[in-house]
């Protein structure tokens, strides 16, 4: 039996760093949306466990327990043959391997019927929990508590990046303020699309500045699609390089990220909504 999922691109709306625990692991409070582009990973049950990786994205993705799918499988009894089809830029801050580690433990419960995620399944990476949602979730804790905050007004944008990848340590290390205001104890019951986007332009990613440090080409990124037409913010998502503009309709969207390929054919851009 051949158990497929989707592992969609998680996007932080917001990113506020509000501490550092003693173990070096930095406090975050984060809004996170999902987008209708991902990965797709599929298991199949096999004497042995093994890892074929194919799509556009593939090169350079290791095939062994390196690969955070490999070490998901790896938590179960039962050996399996994965295919993980890798349409998102790796190391991109859109969660690639966490919501790919989050797909695989949700088609190894499929195909062995356990309905309790094995032990080990949290520390496979920080993302990996609110990945297991795929659904729009206020994130804090260091990644571990994750709140459903209901279906989010559909919001349209275009994924951005410059194919540089970024390692999520060196931009933390690079934060020079660790103590940030979070967002509002209470969320907004947002209204519609217009509403958040206002809402969200009055937040903040807290890693943005760090990252452009480590990669400068970020701010390339980001002022390529503040100056779309029609896009009503623009924002780096996790700890880069991947950076999104919000748009008023996937129409806008879609004309948005035409253009942004034509003016940038080696970047990564794609339009997508995010719920
Ligand atoms: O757990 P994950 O692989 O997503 O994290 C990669 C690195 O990012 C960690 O090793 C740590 O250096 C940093 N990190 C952090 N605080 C978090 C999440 C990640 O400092 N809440």
């Not at 390196?66 to 349409?87: C, M």
């Not at 797909?103 to 419960?109: E, H, Q, V």
């Not at 209901?150 to 690079?174: S, Y």
């Amino acid at each position: 039996m051949l158990t497929k999922v989707f592992a969609p691109a998680k996007v932080n709306l917001t990113l506020h760093v509000t501490g550092q625990r003693k173990d070096g692991y930095h406090l975050l409070d984060s809004l996170v949306a999902f987008a209708d582009v991902g990965d797709r990973v599929s298991v199949m049950a096999a004497d042995e466990l093994s890892l074929d990786v194919t799509g556009p994205m593939s090169d350079g993705v290791p095939t062994d327990a390196r690969n955070l799918v490999w070490r998901a499988a790896e938590l179960f009894d039962q050996p399996v043959a994965i295919t993980l089809s890798k349409h998102l830029p790796p190391a991109s801050g859109i969660g690639g391997g966490s919501s790919d580690a989050a797909a695989t433990l949700l088609a190894m419960s499929d195909l062995t019927g356990e309905r309790t995620l094995p032990e080990g399944a949290a520390q496979l990476g920080a993302d990996v929990r609110v990945c297991l949602t795929r659904q729009a979730a206020r994130m804090s804790g260091i990644g571990e508590i994750v709140e459903p905050v209901g279906p989010l007004p559909q919001l349209h944008a275009v994924l951005a990046n410059p194919r540089v990848e970024v390692p999520t340590p060196a931009v933390f290390k690079a934060l020079a303020s660790k103590t940030n205001a979070p967002m509002p104890r209470k969320l907004p019951k947002w209204q519609g699309t217009k509403q958040l986007i206002d809402w969200l332009a009055a937040q903040r990613n807290d890693l943005e500045d760090p990252a452009m440090q480590v990669a400068p080409v970020i701010v390339d990124v980001l002022a390529a699609l503040t100056t779309l037409p029609d896009a009503r913010l623009a924002r780096m998502s996790g700890s880069g390089a991947t950076c999104f503009a919000l748009f008023a309709s996937r129409e806008a969207a879609n004309g948005a990220a035409a253009a942004l390929a034509e003016l940038h054919p080696d970047w990564w851009v794609v339009p997508a909504t995010l719920t």
